[in-house]
């Protein structure tokens, strides 16, 4: 199960994480974030000890979206030390989403 990034964990959780972290920008109200939002569980229990998988509700913490200059939801940041390495925007189709992922895992 994906983990739920906060204000209070974030930091912890995503900029602090020895692993590579894939953090969902969502909102209850974005039809194309419920569409990935399974894909992104999936991903979070097949490449478990490999790859930190989260969500971030834009509506709950505005401020990390704005941080981060979250536009357009669904978004998709991998973070690696610390540091955002990849964006995805939008839905797009599993296959795709681990190809993007992949260079970014410590194997």
Same mark, same amino acid.
């Given at each position: 199960?994906? $983990?739920?990034?906060?204000?209070?964990?974030?930091?912890?959780?995503?900029?602090?994480s020895?692993?590579p972290? $894939?953090?969902?920008f969502?909102? /209850?109200?974005?039809?194309?974030?419920?569409?990935? *939002?399974?894909?992104?569980?999936? &991903? %979070? !229990? /097949? &490449?478990? %000890?490999? &790859?930190?998988? %989260?969500? $971030? +509700?834009?509506?709950? /913490?505005p401020?990390?979206?704005? !941080?981060?200059?979250?536009? +357009?939801?669904?978004?998709? &940041?991998?973070?690696?030390?610390?540091?955002?390495? #990849?964006?995805?925007? *939008?839905?797009?189709?599993?296959?795709?989403?681990? !190809? !993007?992922?992949?260079?970014?895992? #410590?194997?």
């Amino acid at each position: 199960m994906a $983990l739920e990034f906060t204000t209070t964990n974030f930091d912890t959780e995503v900029i602090k994480s020895s692993k590579p972290v $894939l953090v969902d920008f969502w909102a /209850e109200w974005c039809g194309p974030c419920r569409m990935i *939002g399974p894909i992104v569980e999936d &991903l %979070g !229990k /097949e &490449l478990e %000890g490999q &790859l930190k998988v %989260g969500k $971030l +509700n834009v509506d709950q /913490e505005p401020a990390i979206a704005q !941080k981060y200059g979250i536009r +357009n939801i669904p978004t998709l &940041l991998v973070f690696k030390n610390g540091e955002v390495a #990849d964006k995805i925007v *939008g839905a797009i189709p599993k296959p795709m989403l681990l !190809k !993007k992922i992949q260079p970014h895992l #410590d194997n």
